[in-house]
């Protein structure tokens, strides 16, 4: 059972467009989320996260907004350039307050194509 | 540059071989973590070494065995390994901390790519 799903497979835009990545999630512990990129042969690179007590952060280019009662986070690139262009994957987790570990849990990735 | 430093990063190997993953990392991190990809499936943890201290077993088969010899260094053995652990294995590291609002982004290394004859 997957606990955090990323149903769009590819994503297709334009440079100079929105580009708008989602992601959903069923466990309601989960306090952390991540968006990681990954470019081919390469390690998935963090991009930005957001706290659960939060429902916005934004960072230059990249927004993160998380809706706790859908239990859906999504992220927007705005503009879009082709540099963007790579695999997103969405993570979660659930903070232990005591040991302070953090177990992720991954989507299978969404593939972002941005066309000149 | 990623901070994560993994070697080799291909690795072939038959199923009878014994052979070791590295990973470094020089964030000054406190936590590291192995992670397997698999074609077509999400990264799963494997293992997670906290202030050196193995805190984490993700019903990993013994075939694998890590080492965590201090904070910067990770280890996964291998041996007598099949056919379906041909994968991507990546290594991360972050900085635990207690406490409320401590969450802390995990980093990648770039992974090895194991492929197992």
């Known amino acids: 059972d997957q606990q955090v799903k990323q149903n769009s497979p590819s994503l297709s835009v334009q440079e100079g467009r929105i580009s708008i990545l989602n992601c959903d999630y069923t466990?309601?512990?989960?306090?952390?989320f991540l968006w990681y990129k990954k470019y081919p042969a390469e390690g998935p690179t963090f991009l930005i996260s957001?706290?659960?007590?939060?429902d916005k952060n934004e960072d230059g280019r990249f927004t993160v907004f998380l809706n706790k009662s859908a239990k859906h986070l999504s992220l927007h690139i705005v503009p879009s350039q082709p540099g963007d262009s790579a695999v997103y994957f969405c993570?979660?987790?659930?903070?232990?307050?005591?040991?302070?570990?953090?177990?992720?849990?991954f989507g299978t990735g969404t593939r972002l194509l941005v066309s000149p | 540059e990623t901070g994560v430093t993994q070697t080799p990063r291909h690795l072939v190997m038959g199923m009878t071989n014994k052979k070791s993953l590295k990973c470094e990392q020089h964030?000054?991190?406190?936590?590291m973590y192995w992670y397997k990809q698999s074609a077509k499936k999400p990264l799963e943890l494997m293992f997670v070494?906290?202030?050196?201290?193995?805190?984490e077993n993700n019903s990993v088969p013994s075939r694998f065995s890590p080492e965590c010899p201090n904070s910067s260094h990770l280890f996964l053995h291998l041996h007598t390994l099949q056919p379906e652990d041909s994968a991507l294995y990546l290594c991360?590291?972050?900085?635990?901390?207690?406490?409320?609002?401590?969450?802390?982004?995990?980093?990648f290394g770039d992974g090895t790519r194991l492929s197992i004859l």
């Open positions: 964030l000054g991190h406190n936590a």
């Open positions: 993570a979660a987790s659930a903070l232990e307050i005591n040991t302070g570990f953090q177990k992720l849990v």
């Open positions: 070494y906290n202030f050196k201290e193995q805190t």
């Open positions: 957001i706290s659960s007590i939060k």
């Open positions: 991360a590291s972050s900085q635990i901390s207690t406490g409320f609002n401590s969450n802390q982004p995990q980093h």
């Open positions: 466990n309601s512990m989960f306090d952390y």
